[in-house]
């Protein structure tokens, strides 16, 4: 008896992969389970998981070169650090250079430092997510 799946998202609008689906480019599924209709979209938002970022702190003079690693990476990336009560500074020339890696670039100029001043690395997904 197959496994009902129907209405999951498979991490792709076309659907799973599978040899009754072969336009399907989402996760791959055995021929046991139902997965048609699936859902075309997710329900929940990818949530970002960053695993490093060297350097971890810069003098805030200029502009800072940064190697991140984290669980997903992909083209279409926003790369920003984040503080409460503080302007977002967003990361310039955002490069993939693998599935868990990229550089980019943050001007930090002038950014508010100081003991407990903690920034956050936050990525989202975009479009290529």
Do not use: H
Not at 31 to 41: G, I, K, M
Not at 43 to 72: E, K, L, R, Y
Request: aromatic share 8%; with cysteine.
């Amino acid at each position: 008896m197959p496994v009902d799946a129907t209405y999951n998202w498979w991490g792709n609008i076309s659907g799973p992969k599978n040899l009754t689906n072969p336009g399907g480019s989402g996760e791959i599924v055995s021929s046991y389970v139902t997965y048609s209709p699936f859902a075309t979209a997710s329900i929940f938002p990818v949530v970002p998981v960053i695993d490093s970022c060297t350097p971890d702190n810069g003098i805030n003079t200029g502009i800072i070169s940064a190697a991140i690693t984290a669980m997903i990476c992909k083209d279409g990336l926003t790369v920003k650090l984040s503080k409460s009560g503080q302007s977002d500074i967003l990361a310039a020339n955002v490069s993939f250079i693998s599935a868990t890696s990229i550089t980019c670039q943050f001007n930090i100029a002038g950014a508010r430092s100081g003991s407990g001043m903690l920034w956050l690395l936050i990525r989202t997904a975009g479009q290529g997510l």
